[in-house]
Each structure stands twice: as structure tokens, then as C-alpha cells.
């Protein structure tokens, strides 16, 4: 990599993604109530829960889309709570959306997208196409084509995005946010609407990316089978609060969150079923096929 910001980034390790007590409140209703979890350099961190839990909502957070009413959420000894979306992306958080699935140009040109905050020449030099700035270009395409290669898109990378099946325009975004060069990535139901051959190839593209790159992975996922696959750490919110945090063995075996996804138990009171649109089995102690 030969960009200066990209080269920099390379050599850090990821450090502590850390919420901290976050509350969340719209309107009268509590989405988030003094929430905290930490997810360790290099793990998958899972945030799960029934519908309404406070997933996107704790998303939303970590991204810069929501400002919670209080608690702080930093990364390393950067305090993130506060800064603007695009200043949180700088810093190397990097996310996908659960339904923004993109459809214009090709898969170079989005991946090139992604590419565009760590480019240093600006405007003019790339308009009058001066040494460095196309230097600098062929630098960040030969690196979208990397990433491109390690997610399984190097055959259609100069294909239209809209010629592509849905699960490959899903592999398409988090393509693209890889080629922000994140510490931490943050997958918004990365196989939401997935039929299973695609589920089982996004497993692998998490594995793989997980393996090759220096980074922490955050998601947020209905599909049990694959939480309980790839996770290391698992935060369970239900109404807004943390009910249960642990290895996946451990959260599956917790009766807080059996009560919780079945509604069976004292109280009985949580949602029993994933959100729409999201096959695959509901309960944690069941693995998908
Ligand atoms: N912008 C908003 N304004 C008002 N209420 C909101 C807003 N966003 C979320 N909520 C409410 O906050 C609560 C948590 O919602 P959130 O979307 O974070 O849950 P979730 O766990 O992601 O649910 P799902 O699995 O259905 O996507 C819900 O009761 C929801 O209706």
C-alpha cells in the first residue's frame, strides 16, 4: 500500500471498542439503558437480541448516527461519542447497512467509493491527472482489487453492481467499507434476506476476512447459526438493557435469554420471533443449517 494514510493505518493493531454506559432515550421510550460491553482487539463481537432489543439503535451509536443521552463509547483513548459519522469512519470504524444494498455503477467503481477518504491528491491534481494523484489512484485501485479478491468479487469487479445477485451485492458493501482499511467493522445483518447457500458463503468471506485483516468485527444478526459460528464474545439486549454477555456457549445456556427469545419463564414477556425477513433459526441454542 502506498497512500499515506493507508500505509499508517496498516501498521496499527486494533485497539478496545468501548461502550460505556449508554443510554439512549427517544421520545419517552429507553432504547438503550446504561449499556456497556467492550469488544477486544482482533474478536467478533455479537450483538443480539429479539426485535425492538436496541441493536441498531447501539449501532447507530458506535457509528455516529446516535447521540446518546448519557455514556461515552471510545476506541483505544479516542472518545468517539460526539463526532460526526464521517469523523468516526476516519478513525476506523467502518459499517454496512442492514437494507442499503448498493445498486449504481460497477463493483470497482463502489469499491473505489470506498476508497475515497484516504485519498490525499485532491480534486484538481486528479482532474489534470498530475504524477501523484494518478500515482496515488493506481495505488487505491490495486488495493480495491486486493480487497475485492478476498471477499470473492475479483471476477465482477468490472461488472455493474446491478447485473450481480443480491448476496454478491451484499458481499459489494462490505467490500466497500473494508477499503477504509477499518479497525473495526461493523456488519449491520450481513445476511439479512441471504438464502442459505449465500449465508453459508458470507460465513466464510467473514471468516476469511477476520483471518487476513487486522481488525475487530461488531455485528448485529437475527441468524443464530451464524452468531453462534463466528462470534468469540456476545452481547444480548433485550428492551434496551444488556440481560446477558458471554461466549456463545454461554449465552445460549443463559436462562435470562431463553426467557427472553421464547417469552417462557418469569416474566415472559420478550418478542419470540426474529425480525421479518430474516430466516434462520430464532432461538440461540439452535444453529442454522
Ligand atoms: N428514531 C427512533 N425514534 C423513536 N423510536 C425509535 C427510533 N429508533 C428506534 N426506536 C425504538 O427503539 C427501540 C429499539 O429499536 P432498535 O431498532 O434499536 O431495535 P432492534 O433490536 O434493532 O430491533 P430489530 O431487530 O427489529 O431491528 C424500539 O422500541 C424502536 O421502536
Known sequence: MNTGT?????????????????????AGLTALDDVSFTVAPGSVHAVIGPNGAGK???????????????GTVRYGRQRLTGLAPHRIAALGIARTFQNIVTTEGTVGDNLMLGRHALTRAGFVSSALHLPHAVREQRAHLARAREIAELVGLERHFDAPVAMLSYGDRKRVEMARALCLEPRVLLL??????????????????????????????????????????????????????????????????????????????????????????????????????
Open 56 to 70: 441498531s439503535t447501539c449501532f447507530n451509536v458506535l457509528s455516529g448516527l446516535h447521540r446518546p443521552a448519557s
Open 6 to 26: 493507508t500505509a499508517t493505518r496498516a501498521a496499527e493493531a486494533p485497539e478496545p471498542l468501548e461502550v460505556d454506559r449508554v443510554t439512549v432515550r427517544f
Open 188 to 289: 449491520d445483518e450481513p445476511v439479512a434476506g441471504m438464502n442459505t447457500a449465500e449465508r453459508a458463503e458470507a460465513v466464510e468471506v467473514i471468516r476469511t476476512v477476520r483471518a487476513q485483516l487486522p481488525l475487530s468485527i461488531v455485528l448485529v444478526e437475527h441468524d443464530m447459526g451464524l452468531v453462534m459460528r463466528l462470534a468469540d464474545e456476545v452481547t444480548v439486549l433485550d428492551f434496551g438493557r444488556r440481560i446477558a454477555h458471554g461466549t456463545p456457549d454461554e449465552v445460549r445456556r443463559d436462562p435470562e435469554v431463553l426467557r427472553a427469545y421464547l417469552g417462557t419463564g418469569a416474566g415472559g414477556t420478550g418478542p419470540a420471533t426474529p425480525g421479518p425477513g430474516t430466516p434462520g433459526p430464532a432461538t440461540p441454542g439452535k444453529e442454522a443449517a
